[in-house]
């Protein structure tokens, strides 16, 4: 008995300090004392270590010089190390940023239908067709990167057949082009964009579409007024996930491209490896993750998806 | 030198042809590291156990690294048994340069990588025995290396390290030319003759290879290389990337291209074309006219370890011919000791045919094509890089 007693007496502390939070907080959010921040401490964490510190880290590194070549780089704002990353390396920024969107473009104009037909057509199979998509990429991706060379090869009849309808000259290949650098990075990253895509399509009513056709919509319009902008918080998400990645992504370009193909990664790579110039490599890093900050603001303008994320 | 591609270390495995045998003793390695690292950590008593060893107690360890595909099981076995030494050895180098930047942060602050001894190209070894002040290596123990003395005379005073204190060569080989006949149409005997064949053509992104066989074709030496003398190397290579005549760079992946016939010709290994020729008669390896390149990996012991007179004793081993041609016979690169030709022969089978083959054991007269490339210093060395860097695209 007195323990049942006792209960409801100390329930009233608990309502008592939630009522301070709310008076102190006119978003009105329903939650005790410190908890919210306790639950965000992991997470905050997480990025004070795992993204902050590596990037203040960086950031020092990009403004470092070395005595000579293979001493410890040290700290004295040597903001010289940004004028080489921007004046010498032009041609593979220029290159990684237009194949990096040809990809974007191609993986949109083949994902979005893909996605679509699964969402809407996919029926019982959408299961099967969604693992089709995913399980490719259970294998590495570098093995894939590579099967490529032998699908574009000298020897594949993927070149013989373009040879004959004369597509291709007779000594050509598609390996070592742009194409097949674009190609690669495309088919690399499709998922990434058909996910998202899928995600946002399948969560739209049917009923809605139902609405327009009622409202004597045709197909078309319906797709235009109603589906595509209820999907574009997919496409924005599956495009920043394909454009980021393939334009920092330097295996495509290294095994399917030639000397005139290189991107900023190699770039990153050869400065990281072959010269040991680690504060050229971290400021040629800060100027692409600036031009991508920059890129992807732009695309979230014209978008305009200020309330679609 | 197996694998010495700038890019991915798992690429280069997956190239490999033998890479499936290989991948589980590599897992085994990988597995088993900690484990003999922590061990390593314990027995600090070894130091003064140098000499012969003789199967004593199993307290004395080693920790090896080399590049995949140099070591013959039957040698680790044979090397357990003989000097009671347990080995962790691991095949955790897949590119000069990579390993470089890995091991970069311990010894810059003098300290160990918890390694007691690795193989580096001839040009690296020079890198951390001359460029880097102190030296980031060990004197071998001489004391503990009297079949020092069967190192063949070729290779017993580079230029990088004359008397051979902090280096010797595990393996050698050489780069020229290899091609598929069959889409030339013809032997290929010049660096012409590789730049006009029809086909992809491909070269090696490792630089010393590529720009010294340019400059040799130019008529430059490359004993003493300096960047003004090879400018007209690198502008050679650099219109015959923009004319097309060379497709791309690469390393080991030349060597299924080939096979398969994807590839026409590309600069190559000596070590893989034995392999591939095995199997595809139509694959050829010729040295350049002009002159091709010899090259050595040498087996160094980084600072910070104190097991000197034991790793010392690990190369000993493989310089006593008999476990020489074991080694060689596995895998098939020039062996840097005199009469391994006769113990390969004493084998019998397989191994004894190695002997008629000149990938394996070179003619005197290939020798003769052959150059070393010399030492640069680290300005030199920038600059060498740089503008190879710039060619390839990347710089």
Do not use: E, K, M, V
């Given at each position: 008995v007195a323990t049942a007693v006792a209960a409801p007496e100390a329930e009233p502390e608990a309502p008592k300090s939630r009522a301070t939070v709310v008076e102190r907080d006119d978003q009105g959010k329903r939650s005790g004392g410190f908890t919210p921040w306790l639950l965000l401490l992991p997470g905050m964490l997480w990025l004070l270590f795992f993204f902050f510190v590596p990037l203040w880290t960086l950031f020092r590194m990009s403004l470092s010089e070395r005595v000579d070549r293979f001493s410890d780089p040290t700290f004295n704002w040597h903001w010289a190390n940004y004028n080489e990353a921007f004046s010498q390396f032009g041609d593979q920024f220029y290159r990684s940023f237009v194949y990096a969107g040809s990809a974007t473009v191609l993986a949109l104009l083949i994902g979005y239908p893909l996605a679509y037909v699964i969402a809407f057509r996919g029926g019982r199979f959408r299961n099967v067709l969604l693992g089709l998509v995913v399980?490719?990429?259970?294998?590495n991706f570098l093995i894939r990167t590579l099967a490529w060379r032998t699908i574009l090869g000298e020897q594949s009849w993927v070149t013989s057949l373009l040879r004959n309808v004369g597509i291709l000259g007779d000594s050509s290949t598609l390996l070592r082009t742009p194409l097949a650098v674009i190609g690669g990075l495309t088919y690399n990253f499709l998922p990434f964009m058909v996910l998202p895509i899928y995600v946002a399509l399948e969560k739209i009513d049917a009923g809605l579409i139902d609405a327009a056709r009622d409202l004597y919509s045709t197909t078309w319009r319906a797709f235009r007024k109603v589906v595509l902008p209820m999907s574009l918080p997919g496409v924005f998400a599956g495009s920043l996930l394909v454009f980021i990645p393939a334009a920092g992504d330097f295996v495509n370009a290294y095994y399917l491209g030639n000397a005139h193909t290189t991107m900023i990664g190699n770039v990153v790579q050869d400065q990281f490896l072959v010269q040991g110039d680690y504060p050229v490599a971290a400021a040629l890093s800060f100027v692409f993750m600036g031009i991508v900050m920059v890129l992807v603001t732009l695309y979230a303008r014209i978008l305009g998806t200020e309330d679609l994320t | 030198m197996r694998s010495r591609h700038r890019n991915q270390q798992i690429a280069a495995g997956i190239s490999r042809r033998r890479f499936l045998e290989r991948a589980g003793l590599l897992t085994g390695a990988v597995v088993l590291t900690p484990a003999v690292l922590a061990a390593c950590g314990?027995?600090?008593?070894?130091?003064?156990?140098?000499?012969?060893?003789?199967?004593?107690?199993?307290s004395k360890s080693l920790a090896i690294s080399n590049w995949t595909g140099y070591m013959s099981d039957q040698s680790l076995k044979d090397f357990r048994a003989q000097t009671g030494i347990k080995v962790d050895y691991a095949e955790d180098i897949n590119d000069n340069n990579e390993y470089f930047t890995k091991i970069r942060p311990n010894l810059s602050k003098?300290?160990?990588?918890?390694?007691d001894g690795m193989v580096l190209t001839d040009w690296m070894a020079s890198r951390l025995i001359n460029q880097v002040k102190p030296p980031w290596v060990q004197p071998l123990d001489t004391a503990a290396f009297p079949n020092k003395k069967n190192l063949l005379p070729a290779l017993?005073?580079?230029?990088?390290?004359p008397t051979r204190k902090y280096a010797v060569p595990w393996a050698t080989g050489m780069t020229g030319i290899a091609y598929n006949v069959k889409t030339t149409g013809k032997e290929i005997n010049t660096l012409d003759d590789f730049l006009n064949a029809p086909g992809t053509k491909t070269v090696l992104t490792e630089m010393r290879d590529t720009v010294g066989i340019f400059m040799l074709a130019g008529g430059v030496e490359v004993d003493n290389p300096t960047y003004s003398a090879a400018q007209p190397a690198f502008d050679a290579l650099n219109k015959a990337v923009n004319d097309g005549k060379i497709d791309g760079f690469n390393g080991n992946e030349y060597v299924n291209d080939l096979g398969a016939g994807n590839l026409a010709a590309a600069f190559a290994w000596s070590g893989d074309v034995a392999q591939i020729t095995k199997d595809n008669p139509d694959v050829r390896f010729a040295i350049p006219q002009s002159g091709g390149m010899l090259w050595s990996d040498n087996f160094m012991i980084p600072i910070g370890t104190d097991k000197v007179d034991l790793a010392t004793e690990w190369i000993n081993f493989f310089y006593d011919p008999k476990n020489a041609a074991v080694l060689t016979a596995e895998i098939q690169y020039v062996s840097p000791v005199s009469g391994v030709a006769d113990q390969l022969t004493a084998m019998g089978g397989d191994a004894a045919k190695l002997v008629d083959n000149p990938l394996v054991v070179p003619t005197d007269a290939s020798l003769q094509q052959l150059h070393i490339f010399g030492t640069l210093d680290a300005d030199e060395e920038e600059k060498f890089d740089k503008r190879f860097s710039e060619i390839l695209g990347a710089g």
């Open positions: 399980i490719p990429f259970f294998t | 314990g027995d600090d008593d070894d130091s003064s156990s140098s000499g012969t060893g003789g199967g004593g107690g199993g003098g300290n160990g990588t918890g390694r017993q005073s580079p230029a990088f390290d």
